[in-house]
C-alpha cells in the first residue's frame, strides 16, 4: 500500500514523499534537510525524485540528496535545470518500481516553459500551475498556455486528489471570496481551512471537486464571478478574456 507524506520545507512548501513500508520517491525536493530529517526517521530508502520545474524552491535540494544517494531525478530537461538524469515530455508514463507506482506525464506550460505534472492514479502532483483556490504566476510562456494547462487538469476526474507545492490556501481563498462572495463552498472551504491553519495541518491535498467549487481560475464560466469583473470593467465574456482579467483583478 502507497501513502503519501508532506514534508514542509523552506517557508511555504511541501515536498511530497510517496512510499511504502520500504522505498520512497520524493517530488521537488526545495531543500535537502527535511528530507534527510524524514529518512532518518522513518528508515526508508529514497529511490527516485521527481521534479515538476526548474524554480530553485523546487530543486534547491536535488544536489545534496544526490551526493548521499545517487538516485535519478525525472523531470524535464532544460539548459537552466542541470538536475534533470532521466527527461520526461507529453504523454510518457513513468513507472517505478519501488515504491510501485506509474505517472502518466502532461506538459503544462504557462508558469515556466518546462513545468510538467504527474499524474497517478487518484492523484495528480502539480507544481505550481494549481493550488488550493489558486493557480501559479505566469512567469515564462502565454496565459493562453496557462489557462489550457489548468483546464487539463480541471478535466481530470473529481476524485482525484490534487498535490500542489505550497501552502498558499488560505491567501487564495480571500481572493476566491471577493470573486464570488456569495458561494457557499468557498465560505465553507474557508472554515475548512482556518481550522486545519489553526491545528498546523495542512490544507492540501484537495481534490478536483473542491478544486472545480472554489479555485476562480478553473471558473471563468460562473455568472457571478464575471459579474463582478464587469464591474472592474470586463466587457468580453469568453473564458479567456474572463482568466486574463482574473490575474489583474
Not at 524554480?55 to 538536475?83: F, Q, T
Not at 470593467?233 to 489583474?248: I, N, P, R, Y
Amino acid at each position: 500500500m502507497l501513502n503519501i507524506t508532506a514534508i514542509p520545507a523552506l517557508r511555504d512548501n511541501y515536498i511530497w514523499a510517496i512510499h511504502d513500508e520500504a522505498y520512497v520517491a520524493i517530488v521537488d525536493p526545495g531543500e535537502a534537510s527535511p528530507v534527510f530529517e524524514f529518512l532518518n526517521r522513518t528508515g526508508l530508502k529514497l529511490t527516485a525524485i521527481l521534479c515538476t520545474h526548474r524554480h530553485n524552491d523546487h530543486v534547491g535540494g536535488i544536489a545534496e540528496l544526490r551526493g548521499v544517494y545517487n538516485v535519478p531525478v525525472y523531470g524535464r530537461s532544460h539548459p537552466r535545470n542541470p538536475h534533470i538524469t532521466n527527461d520526461l515530455h507529453e504523454g510518457n508514463v513513468l513507472k517505478l518500481d519501488a515504491p510501485s507506482i506509474s505517472f502518466d506525464i502532461i506538459e503544462t506550460p504557462g508558469h515556466l516553459e518546462d513545468h510538467i505534472v504527474f499524474i497517478a492514479p487518484n492523484a495528480v502532483f502539480c507544481g505550481d500551475i494549481m493550488f488550493g483556490a489558486g493557480c501559479g504566476n505566469n512567469f515564462e510562456g502565454t496565459l493562453v498556455e496557462l489557462h489550457h494547462s489548468l483546464q487539463r487538469l480541471a478535466a481530470l476526474p473529481d476524485d482525484t486528489r490534487v498535490y500542489c507545492a505550497h501552502e498558499y490556501t488560505e491567501y487564495c481563498l480571500t481572493f476566491a471570496a471577493a470573486c464570488e462572495p456569495a458561494n457557499q463552498a468557498i465560505q465553507q472551504r474557508i472554515a475548512d481551512t482556518q481550522r486545519l491553519r489553526a491545528a498546523d495541518m495542512p490544507t492540501v491535498p484537495s481534490t478536483i471537486a473542491l478544486e472545480k467549487a472554489t479555485n476562480p481560475f478553473i471558473r471563468c464560466t460562473s455568472p457571478e464571478l464575471i459579474h463582478t469583473l464587469q464591474t472592474h470593467g470586463l466587457t468580453k465574456t469568453d473564458e479567456l478574456a474572463v482568466f486574463t482579467a482574473l490575474q489583474h483583478f
